[in-house]
């Protein structure tokens, strides 16, 4: 992951649940093999958080959901400071251009 500001963040972790086209479950406390990460690995990130992405059919498009689960309120709020809303939001919009553009070349 990049921020605005050009820093790179390593957003390593551990996927919980995976269902094709359905929902996508993550974990940044873990690494592969459900391991807990080290705490020294993890010193740059002031919180742990569990991220869920679910996808529902919704006529010609598809009902995307983001959830992400906070271990405490102090957590929550670092995250908001951090500029959450506005960070997955442009994520969002950068998925939707990803799915036009492919949609665009296929009908070529």
Not at 17 to 24: A, D, F, H, M, P
Not at 39 to 64: C, H, W
Not at 72 to 95: I, N, P, T, V
């Amino acid at each position: 992951m990049c921020g605005p500001d050009g820093k790179e963040f390593a957003n390593i972790g551990c996927y919980l649940e995976i269902l094709e086209k359905e929902r996508l479950v993550w974990r940044g406390a873990l690494g592969p093999g459900y391991r807990p990460r080290p705490a020294a690995a993890m010193a740059d990130q002031p919180f742990q958080m569990t991220a869920v992405i679910s996808l529902e059919s919704r006529g010609n498009g598809t009902k995307y959901t983001a959830l992400v689960i906070h271990g405490d309120e102090e957590s929550r709020k670092k995250h908001e400071q951090m500029g959450f809303h506005e960070g997955w939001g442009k994520a969002l919009d950068q998925l939707v251009a990803m799915i036009q553009d492919t949609i665009s070349r296929a009908a070529r």
